[in-house]
Structures are given as structure tokens and as C-alpha cells.
């Protein structure tokens, strides 16, 4: 798994991660639990597969979040 991305809002979180699953790519959402319990201190890290990686952050650059 690679981090693509480091998110302390959870809703832009959810919208990164809804992007790519919407293109076909297995993304996860890791820390969920350390940043509901301390909001602000550990961001959501968005993960994805290496080899989805290029294509991931591809698509996030072409919709203005990378």
C-alpha cells in the first residue's frame, strides 16, 4: 500500500476516497479511529495499492486535488 494523500478534514477525506473508488481503484482510508479521537492531530491517510498509485494520483491531480 502507498499513501497518496494526508487529509484532516474527514468529509474532503471522503470525497478523495469516493473519487477514486468512482474510477475503479481500491482506496482505503487509514487512521479513522486515531482521528475521531483526536481531531486535528492525526489526519486520515488515503492509501492505495502500489501498483494503483501513478493512476491514483493522476486522477487526483486532474480534479484539482493532488
Known amino acids: 500500500m502507498r ?3 494526508e ?3 474527514p468529509i474532503r477525506a471522503g470525497f478523495l476516497l469516493a473519487l ?3 474510477a475503479g481503484i481500491a482506496a482505503e ?3 479513522a479511529h ?3 479521537l483526536t481531531p486535528g492531530v492525526f489526519p486520515l491517510r488515503l492509501a492505495v495499492r502500489t501498483e494503483d498509485e ?5 486522477i487526483l491531480t486532474e480534479a484539482g486535488e493532488g
Open 20 to 22: 477514486l473508488r468512482d
Open 7 to 9: 487529509e484532516s478534514c
Open 34 to 36: 486515531w482521528s475521531a
Open 29 to 31: 482510508l487509514l487512521d
Open 54 to 58: 501513478i493512476r491514483a494520483r493522476r
Open 3 to 5: 499513501i497518496i494523500a
